[in-house]
């Protein structure tokens, strides 16, 4: 049985999700984070060089990367997916294809780099430091949000905003590979950018995520999505 090696409030999650939606037996292996470093377990490095989750087991393949994962799940098992998920995959030289194959590498390759450095310097005055420090830590993180993280985040958020009101998922009208990908950035979105809290297609599109059966029975054996 395919093996989903799971850590706590991370990536993982997306990996669940397309599992619930495929219909894909599969079993879970839990990881927790350092309470004090909110880090992954030292363990993981047994199943995979990096460390790092999502990682899967099928078959005697061990594959890690969000998206190597996916893509590998859709080319396994997407002929038997229902038609719900019969563009779970788009067409080579359509534009949805085109749209997917952008929001797959748009996740990782922009988007989580800024919600990264955001969790990192929203997180970083908290760590412990001597007293005098803690003043200066939080001014420094200040301001590297301000200047830098924020207004990024902020482009990142209109322009899917944009592209969400003339979209219903990221390639299209139909759900594809693109929408777990960027499942977790746009729950992340929400969580950390202030400015992300009044966008109404963002809102939109993660009430249809979460109305979703599988998204529900995912998070029931996964857990929550992303750190607070």
């Keep these: 049985m395919l ?5 706590e409030t991370s ?7 397309l599992l619930e939606e495929l219909g894909v037996p599969y079993e879970i292996k839990r990881y927790q984070r350092d309470p004090r470093t909110r880090l992954a377990p030292a363990e ?10 999502p990682v899967i087991e099928d078959d005697g393949e061990v594959i890690a990367e969000s998206g190597a994962i996916i893509e590998y799940l859709a080319e396994r098992y997407g002929a038997h997916a229902g038609d719900d998920l019969a563009q779970l995959v788009p067409a080579p030289g359509t534009p949805a294809h085109r749209k997917c194959r952008f929001f797959m590498h ?5 988007l989580m780099n800024w919600l990264v450095m955001k969790l990192v310097f929203q997180t970083l005055p908290r760590q412990p430091m001597p007293f ?3 003043p200066i830590a939080r001014m420094l993180c200040a301001g590297v949000q301000q200047k830098l993280v924020d207004p990024n985040l902020a482009t990142a958020t209109a322009f899917l905003e944009g ?5 219903t998922w990221f390639a299209g009208e139909q759900l594809s590979i693109a929408d777990f990908q960027m499942s977790f950035a746009v729950e992340a979105l929400l969580s950390r950018s202030e400015g992300a809290a ?4 963002l809102r939109a599109l993660q009430e249809r995520m979460h109305a979703r059966p599988a998204w529900q029975r995912a998070i029931a054996k996964g857990g929550p ?3 607070g």
């Design 3 to 7: 093996t989903v090696h799971h850590l």
């Design 11 to 17: 990536r993982s999650q997306r990996i669940l999700w």
């Design 44 to 53: 993981l490095k047994a199943v995979h060089p990096l460390g790092k989750s």
């Design 106 to 110: 748009y996740a990782e390759g922009s």
């Design 132 to 134: 005098f420090v803690r």
């Design 163 to 167: 592209h969400l009101l003339r979209n």
């Design 198 to 201: 009044g966008q109404p297609q």
């Design 225 to 227: 999505v992303v750190m």
